[in-house]
């Protein structure tokens, strides 16, 4: 299991490396931005530029950036938006938004999410079941910027229950910030709702109609104790990797979202680094969103060897 | 017992002159494809979801057709304006009838507004809804003041414009007036008459230093209409108003162009004066640019589907080669193949479509850029989904036999295995294309990649400018979404029957 650990461990980096490669050449290619006239930060901007390899061979660039990037995990600066800041410090402030949004949202709605789906699997082939997967399959085809707009002119603009977009300042931990936060926690959830109920039914009913159940049911345990006992657990192996995931995925956040609420998160950052081509601040977004994914995709792997026994068992051979 | 002695005679041969032979089969034989449609039927939600979808579609096609709007007509005063339709808003229903809610509006807003209709005959009060009793401090005293939550017609409200014509163009507009009686220019007030309130073309009556209106003791309001020959910019013959004396003037002169006041619901009339005096007619509104709405919705689902199914082909195609090159030769070739394809699936769509949009867009444009940015990764589903059916059937005995009649690698991939694996590929492919156009809307809809100048507008553009008059102006977005989320569900809802009708293993499975 360590072995297989590592190995698919050192695979992700070195498809993290090569992948960070390709979008870094890219992202050089484009043409530098023209700094205004004027910039007092000119000479600056200039110097480090040629610090950074500007007019040397792409591979030497690259070379520059992972030396930075290894001895002193240097990203380099903000060129436009922030000027003259590290792209690491404006990234690392707006980190906390996204993260924190995130959470909230899957905090609630992975059990919910999982309860709908034991239920609508218990009751299957009922109107519990009809309702409950058919509600899921409408939620889960709607995209979350359709939500995102039902939730602000319902809840923020006709109830004027909450604010329209999130509040200033960066006391994230304010019951005011948590009530700004509600409209975009709302819009971010149906979906993991819809997704978690989706796969626990799917699964649940695969386990229930197995044939161990019979097994369980004939040795004398109740309904409820083999469903607790041996028709849950053997479910969790598929649905607590995709916990994993969502775990790591709450680093990502979403783009639409952070953009219709106004969170200053990673997503908004990254798209005004689009915006205003500011070069070391997307090839540093880049590199995040790629390692998230890849990470996600690990983790869930990885979380299969180590939750089923039937794959751990497998991989000594 | 009568039957322990039967006679001889009694029993005969069955079938003794008979040739035996196997019945032929009554029944028709069920190809695969009419099998799955009967089980598709079965399937009430999909087919549901398919008529709707069918009805979306032919919105798509038809309804930038019987528009009466081009995608290209934007009407710089009508932006952000509610449904309006004027048969139905006669009626008196509640629906398109350009309605728009203001809170709290004073008497003299109040008056301000009933002046509107006093002129140019278009009352923009549709209902009040609601009157507050609020205590306002007034000269060092308080005082009880009213104030109103009112539903106006926003097409009237906006009333009269300022509007520059050349000479020429004003001869055409009195000459237009003429022919169909309809009043287009009002007498002009100068603004020395109205305590020099400028900006405010509505105001014909005489106002305090605020620019409310002056009612007198009856509480009608005096005309504050110049008389002043002098300043007339050019001739006028044509229609006045029934207060006018006959002295009042009817534009005010610029170098060489006058200005007039235009109510503008008349003026559209004329500015539309080849299109039969059309009345504004938008029956979904208008979004930020003004655009019509219901077309826009129209244009933007037509490129989003054609670009979803064009989108989806190529990866079908891309994805079954590269599949089954995978699946057939396996080892080596496959492990290489998966590399690749991993590698590209870890970048995020995003930093695709902009590199692309930056690099591509201005040397091959910026739909095909776009449509590289889907190929680049599209494809991956499709080639693992090929590779796993060709895993299935390359050993199996069929391709034996072929193998051995020497085909070559080719002909067994794509003539013999193939076509086994190609309903699974095709059904997920109905499932591809709501995954497509959901991103392209997502990407519209940041303003990463920009298809107003090619396409008109889409839906995520149309999303966008939504968003941001959520508050006052709802319709911009309410209609794109609803089109959109149906959209969605039906696809989604119709590629889920799809797929498990043509799933050989749901077969006769009834649960």
Redesign the interface.
């Known amino acids: 299991m360590l072995k297989y650990t590592l190995q698919r461990t050192l695979y992700m980096i070195l498809v993290f490396f090569i992948i960070t490669f390709m979008c870094f050449v890219l992202i050089r290619m484009l043409p530098l931005p023209t700094l205004p006239p004027g910039d007092i930060h000119y000479d600056v901007i200039m110097m480090r530029r040629e610090a950074l390899g500007y007019n040397k061979p792409y591979i030497e660039q690259f070379a520059i950036f992972l030396r930075g990037l290894f001895t002193h995990f240097d990203w380099g600066l903000s060129e436009k938006l922030y000027t003259g800041q590290p792209v690491l410090d404006v990234f690392l402030m707006k980190l906390p938004p996204t993260m924190i949004v995130n959470l909230y949202s899957i905090l609630w709605t992975i059990p919910i999410g999982i309860a709908l789906g034991i239920c609508a699997a218990l009751k299957k082939n009922t109107w519990v079941d009809y309702s409950i997967s058919t509600l899921t399959m409408v939620v889960i085809s709607v995209p979350s910027f359709v939500y995102a707009f039902l939730v602000q002119y319902i809840f923020c603009f006709r109830l004027r229950w909450f604010p329209l977009i999130l509040k200033g300042g960066t006391d994230w931990f304010s019951f005011e910030m948590f009530k700004s936060m509600i409209p975009a926690i709302l819009s971010l959830s149906f979906g993991v709702i819809a997704g978690f109920c989706r796969t626990t039914r799917a699964e649940l009913t695969e386990v229930l109609t197995s044939e161990f159940m019979l097994l369980a049911r004939t040795k004398g345990l109740t309904r409820t104790q083999a469903t607790v006992r041996h028709a849950l657990r053997n479910c969790f192996v598929v649905i607590v990797p995709g916990i994993f995931g969502e775990f790591i995925g709450i680093l990502g956040g979403s783009l639409i979202i952070e953009s219709i609420f106004s969170i200053p998160g990673v997503g908004s950052l990254t798209l005004d680094a689009i915006n205003s081509q500011d070069y070391n601040l997307f090839i540093m977004s880049t590199c995040f969103y790629t390692a998230i994914g890849l990470a996600a995709g690990l983790v869930v792997d990885i979380s299969y060897g180590f939750i089923d026994p039937r794959i751990r068992m497998g991989s000594k051979k | 017992m009568e039957y322990e002695k039967i006679p001889a005679e009694k029993f005969r041969f069955v079938h003794e002159n008979e040739n035996l032979r196997d019945r032929e089969l009554q029944t028709k034989a069920r190809s695969y494809f009419a099998d799955a449609m009967i089980r598709f039927r079965k399937n009430k ?1 999909s087919v549901i979801a398919t008529w709707i979808l069918g009805l979306l579609i032919l919105y798509a096609i038809v309804a930038p057709l019987i528009s009466p709007y081009n995608i290209k007509d934007q009407d710089s005063i009508y932006i952000n304006f509610p449904p309006y339709w004027r048969p139905i808003a006669e009626l008196n229903i509640g629906i398109l009838d350009g309605a728009k809610t203001l809170d709290s509006q004073n008497d003299s807003a109040m008056l301000a507004l009933r002046a509107i209709g006093e002129e140019t005959g278009f009352d923009p009060i549709l209902k009040i809804t609601g009157t507050h009793e609020t205590e306002v401090k007034y000269k060092g005293q308080m005082v009880k003041r009213n104030t109103y939550d009112v539903v106006v017609n926003a097409y009237y409200q906006k009333g009269i414009i300022y509007r520059t014509f050349s000479l020429e163009e004003f001869e055409k507009v009195q000459r237009w007036q003429d022919e169909t009686g309809i009043q287009v220019i009002y007498p002009y007030v100068e603004t020395k008459d109205i305590n020099n309130i400028t900006g405010s073309p509505n105001i014909w009556y005489k106002v305090d230093s605020r620019g409310n209106p002056v009612a007198d003791k009856d509480g009608n309001l005096t005309p504050a209409y110049s008389t002043n020959e002098s300043k007339a910019g050019a001739e006028y013959t044509s229609l006045r108003i029934p207060s006018d004396p006959g002295n009042y003037i009817y534009s005010y002169g610029r170098s060489g162009s006058v200005q007039c006041r235009v109510c503008y619901y008349n003026y559209y009339r004329y500015v539309n004066r080849d299109k039969n005096n059309m009345e504004p007619t938008y029956l979904m509104g208008t979004n930020a640019v003004g655009q019509d709405i219901f077309c826009g919705i129209g244009v933007g689902a037509r490129f989003s589907i054609l670009f979803a199914i064009f989108v989806s082909a190529i990866n079908l195609s891309i994805g079954a080669v590269y599949g089954a090159i995978q699946g057939y030769y396996g080892g080596a070739i496959d492990m290489t193949l998966d590399r690749i394809s ?2 590209l699936s ?3 769509f ?2 695709v479509t ?2 692309f949009q ?2 591509l867009a201005r040397r091959v444009g910026v739909v095909p850029s776009f449509l590289f940015a889907f190929v680049l990764t599209g494809w991956i589903g499709m080639a693992a989904l090929t590779r796993k059916q060709f895993y299935r059937f390359k050993s199996q005995e069929f391709v034996m036999a072929a193998r051995t009649l020497g085909a070559s690698d080719w002909r067994l991939m794509f003539k013999h295995i193939f076509p086994n694996a190609i309903g699974t590929i095709i059904t997920s492919c109905a499932l591809v294309i ?1 995954g497509v156009i ?1 991103s392209e ?2 990407m519209t ?4 990649v920009n298809l107003s100048s090619f396409a008109g507008t889409t839906i995520g553009t149309l ?1 966008s400018q ?2 941001k008059v ?2 006052s102006a ?1 319709h911009a ?2 209609f794109p ?1 609803i089109f ?2 149906l959209l ?2 039906c ?3 119709f590629g ?1 029957g799809l797929r498990d009708a043509f799933n050989p293993t749901t077969r006769g499975v009834d ?1």
């Open positions: 939600s991993d590698i870890g970048v995020p995003v930093v902009t590199l930056l690099h709501p959901s809307t997502s809809y940041l303003g990463i999303l939504g968003n959520v508050t709802p977005i309410l979404s959109l989320g969605m569900i696809f989604n809802l889920n649960d």
